[in-house]
């Protein structure tokens, strides 16, 4: 995860989650847990990671999920995500939530917001941390995309719901062709709501989305989505400087950093503080910063990585410790330049893509 905004404007803005993104993690510990605890879902998004549906799934009975929560709070991640699926399709939703607050976890939810009425908004916040609503841009591209009319509308409502009553809320975007196509009308959405943060997320093609090829933007493309983003929260930021102004987090290319640097070397110079902080960032750290738990139990390195199980929940401690012994440097990074300056904090393997490298960018 990169924090655009953080590192534009490193000494005016700190966030709750940046010791995590600038930082190694602790040899030892358990990382952030993702819990998808259903895989059911009451929309179907062309580009769903989990391919969820309708259908039931085999999911944890509810004494082991007690069980579940009980383990992570002795291990104490540092966040456990309730994701799916839909989490709110799950009957247990609300109860799995308060157990795990009341066990003193950190919780946070991922949610396509749909099902969220003031009622439930209000449960939400007293338990979660922050909510994360999934939108892919203007009203009718985003029904679109959901398969669902009127599920932006929905989602919106989820957000002002959440807001008012008191809940951190945010927005997770894919950057699949579409959004990345429409950028700018998804950037003027994104300045009309409530929210604290933006997360865009690299389009990755793994569940239902890895059957259409036509979601996965051209490289050059997403380097010119970086660009335009990173050039959104410099204008916005600075007109907004002092005051409060949304986090703006990007997921899935470590390269997103060097978009950063380009910009900044571009507009005159770089400061230390953003040097440091680059210098400093964990990078991929799929399996050792971050554990899915799928809705049955078994554990995977993150939400695109369906097709390398790591083990069972039980051995969560164990997984990680192992995850981090043999994390290696990817290949294709080793004689990067960005990486020896320490702008690209590429350090793994296996996961993850450059989108800088496959747009031509000169890497060594
Ligand atoms: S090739 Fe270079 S820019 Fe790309 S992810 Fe690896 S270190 Fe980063």
């Known amino acids: 995860m990169i924090n655009i905004t953080r590192l534009l404007f490193p000494e005016k803005f700190e966030f709750p ?59 104490r991640p540092p ?19 308060r157990q795990a607050a009341e066990l003193g ?50 989602s919106v409502r989820a957000i002002n719901a959440l807001v008012s009553s008191g809940c951190r809320t945010g927005l997770r975007v894919t950057l699949a062709r579409p959004a990345a196509e429409r950028l700018d009308e998804t950037l003027e959405v994104l300045e009309s ?3 604290s943060r933006v997360c865009f997320y690299h389009f990755i093609p793994s569940g239902r989305g890895a059957l259409d090829v036509s979601l996965m933007p051209e490289a050059v493309d997403e380097r010119a989505a970086l660009r335009r983003i990173t050039e959104w929260v410099w204008s916005v930021g600075s007109r907004v400087y002092g005051k409060y102004f949304p986090e703006v987090l990007t997921v899935g290319d470590a390269s997103d950093s060097v978009a950063v640097y380009e910009y900044m070397t571009g507009r005159g110079g770089i400061g230390g503080d953003t040097l440091g902080l680059m210098s400093a960032a964990s990078g991929r750290m799929c ?16 939400q695109f990585i369906w ?10 401690p164990d997984i990680a410790a192992r995850v981090r012994r043999d994390m290696a440097p990817a290949a294709e990074c080793s004689s990067c330049v960005w990486k020896t300056r320490r702008i690209c904090a590429s350090r793994m393997s296996g996961f993850g893509r450059c989108s800088y490298r496959l747009s031509g960018g000169i890497v060594s």
Do not use: Q
Request: proline letters at 5%; one cysteine or more; charged letters at 15%.
């Open 17 to 75: 989650g940046d010791s995590l993104r600038y930082s190694m993690p602790a040899a030892s510990g358990c990382p952030v847990v993702v819990w998808h605890i259903t895989g059911r879902c009451n929309l179907f998004c062309r580009h769903c990671y989990a391919a969820s549906s309708s259908s039931d799934v085999s999911e944890m009975p509810a004494g082991e999920a007690a069980e579940f929560l009980r383990a992570l709070s002795v291990v």
């Open 79 to 97: 966040a456990l995500i309730l994701s799916g699926g839909e989490p709110l399709c799950h009957e247990n939703f609300h109860c799995y939530l």
């Open 105 to 154: 976890l950190n919780v946070v939810i991922s949610t396509n917001g749909s099902m969220i009425d003031e009622r439930s908004a209000s449960m939400i916040s007293g338990f979660a941390s922050y909510a994360g609503i999934s939108l892919d841009g203007p009203e009718k591209l985003h029904d679109e995309f959901r398969g669902v009319s009127g599920a932006f509308k929905a």
């Open 193 to 195: 709501l409530p929210v």
């Open 287 to 302: 399996g050792a910063g971050i554990l899915s738990v799928r809705w049955d139990g078994t554990v995977f390195p993150n």
């Open 307 to 316: 097709t390398e199980p790591l083990g069972n929940w039980r051995d969560l």
